[in-house]
Nanobody
Framework: QVQLVESGGGLVQAGGSLRLSCAAS????????MSWYRQGPGKERELVAG???????TYADSVKGRFTISRDNDKNTVYLQMNRLKPEDTGVYYC?????????WGQGTQVTVSS
């Protein structure tokens, strides 16, 4: 079955950096579009970044120029490098994959940015 396990979250001061990882299993990882979403306090889950099987990337306007999504198909892992973090980046970050018309999520990793 599909499994997604996020790691790398934590508490960081504004302007700092974090690198999130998502280890995937249970599906042919290299063939799938992978995404990072986040859910801030009292907010709906929103798309942060996505990467296609051909390494084409897309970003939310709020993170362009600060965040970088990448993937390592040998390790079945997708990454989110987050630089110049802001307090509004605080939230639970999830990686996700759409397979057989169903969206799968990991358990999430908490990112807290203090001002």
């Amino acid at each position: 079955q599909v499994q997604l396990v996020e790691s790398g979250g934590g508490l960081v001061q504004a302007g700092g950096s974090l690198r999130l990882s998502c280890a995937a299993s249970g599906f042919p990882f290299s063939s799938y579009y992978m995404s990072w979403y986040r859910q801030g306090p009292g907010k709906e889950r929103e798309l942060v970044a996505g990467i296609s099987s051909a390494d084409s990337t897309t970003y939310a306007d709020s993170v362009k120029g600060r965040f970088t999504i990448s993937r390592d198909n040998d390790k079945n892992t997708v990454y989110l490098q987050m630089n110049r973090l802001k307090p509004e980046d605080t939230g639970v970050y999830y990686c996700g994959v759409l397979r057989w018309s169903r969206h799968y999520w990991g358990q999430g990793t908490q990112v807290t940015v203090s001002s």
